[in-house]
């Protein structure tokens, strides 16, 4: 009997799979490198067993990955080996901090407050930024964690999100999950940027690029960037003007 660990387990993997997916590292039937067979040679020793993933990925199978083959998925692709085995974090880069409590144990301070530079600079395996520069904060409507919130420099954005503004994101899973009219954090080789984001697709649904569009658009035009593997998205939940 699978008990419900694995089944949890499972649905975690089959998250990580979309996402793989989505920024092109697996493509089923592709024949040079990145094909199911790859990804079943390099999780299960046998380019044959591309069956067994899709089985893995039919919701309505009743196989499950096991945790040895969960660990090969995290070495092999980078993925958060927290978020894959236990649920913890998100499952690729940088997870930002779980809420804590401030002395009296009344408020909890969910929010990081960086700057952009320590934000868009962030090592995706390391944390050094949040111990050195990280301060926090919490807002009576935003509850649980991974917020992170930076100043916006600039009128990009402007009227909707002006020069000096507090913009406070949470991290979604993937490009796959961006939303029409939404505001997005784009971090992507180092650089930062908050646009409307429209995702660009390639002849079979996948998602390649990035259109960044800034609300103030008679002065600053579209341009699109490529995603790749560390490519992060942060959903923009609020803004402030004055923190």
Known sequence: MITEDRRELNDRF????QILEDRGEIIKNDRNGRGL??????ILNNRSY???????????????????????VCTEYGVNTDYLLEGSGTPFGMDLPKVTEVDGGETKQNILYTSVEAFAGASVDGDSFLREEASFFSLPDLFGDGYVAFPINGNSMEPVINDGDVVICRQI???HEIKENKIYAVRSKGSLWVKYVQPIKDGKSRIHSLKLISAN????????????KNTRLY???????DL
């Open 235 to 241: 959903e923009v939940q609020k803004r402030i003007s």
């Open 14 to 17: 089959r998250e990580v799979f």
């Open 173 to 175: 899973a993937g490009v």
């Open 37 to 42: 067979g790859d990804f079943a040679k390099r």
């Open 50 to 72: 591309g069956h067994i993933i899709r089985a893995y990925l039919n919701p309505d199978d009743k196989r499950c990955i096991n945790y040895e083959q969960a660990r090969r």
């Open 217 to 228: 658009y008679l002065e600053h035009d579209p341009w699109v960037e490529d995603v790749d």
